[in-house]
């Protein structure tokens, strides 16, 4: 098929058997890359979060299913469903699309993929939208260490381990969250993260109605209190401050450790307390060593 400048839109190729998950716009339908058309356009087998979805961008691009088989496979598809799925995969080519972005990330193809790759079947990817990296991008956060968490637990103990492990974390954390549920995220985040930390909410991404809002959890939280939002959403929380510990401390800990243990150990453990690299501590442990020999 063409487009009206003549431009090949897809091609249609040999595939050999596996499974090839491909990557599916998160609004835009145009972000669809090529490759992605030319998988879809050549597979013998469809499999998709959702069929209808599946379908509609396929129609959307002009790529006729012309009786190729187009299974559901999703969140409440059972062990037998996926181990279908592998068995075609092990003689045919089959095209696996979730319901928007990249298959596998917060996504029931997870399982699909380790299943494929334990039994030997060949994977690949056809890379392309991503809400989580799409908001890195527009966020303004430092991207050059990130965390993706995927939805926090919806309550009790579990959430707030969830969201204390997060708090610390020496580089950009991205959650994905509801709308019914950010505000309550986004305050208690201010609790357990510090009012102050730099953070981000985008919504809507590649669609008409995008957005990015930027500021403290605070300013956020105000933001979501004044102004709702709705769509999907993306929040991203800037790196925690990192506070240089006092080398005098450090040395205090490191004697007191290696009073009772190995220098090793000693190392270790002081290293976990102060968030050091083991080897640094363990240098350190043995030249305060010296030291004291020499005395």
Known sequence: MSDPFGATVFRKTLLAPGIYFVATPIGSARDITLRGLDILASAEVIAAE????????????????????????????????????????????????????????????FQLGRAAAEQGIAITTAPGPSAALAALTLSGLPSDRFTFAGFPPHAGASRKRFLEGLAGSDGTVILFESPKRIKGT???????????????????????FEEVRRGTLSELLKSVNDAP???????????????????????????????????????????????????????????LGRENGSD
């Open 50 to 109: 959702d069929t209808r979805t599946a379908r509609r961008l396929m129609e959307l691009h002009g790529v006729p299913v012309d009786g190729r088989r187009m299974i559901a496979y999703h969140d409440h598809s059972s062990a037998s469903a996926r181990d279908g799925l592998l068995k075609l995969a092990a003689e045919s080519s089959v095209a696996y699309v979730s319901e928007a972005g990249t298959p596998l990330v917060a996504d029931p193809g």
């Open 186 to 208: 986004l305050t208690e985040l201010c609790e357990i993260a510090g009012q102050d930390r730099p953070a981000a909410l985008a919504r809507e991404l590649t669609k008409k």
């Open 229 to 287: 939002p709705k769509g999907e959403i993306v929040l991203l929380i800037g790196r925690a401050d990192v506070q240089e510990a006092d080398p005098e401390a450090i040395d205090e800990a490191l004697r007191a450790a290696m009073a009772g243990m190995r220098v090793k150990d000693a190392a270790a453990e002081v290293a976990e307390i102060f968030g050091k690299p083991r080897r640094e501590m363990y240098q350190r442990a043995l030249e």
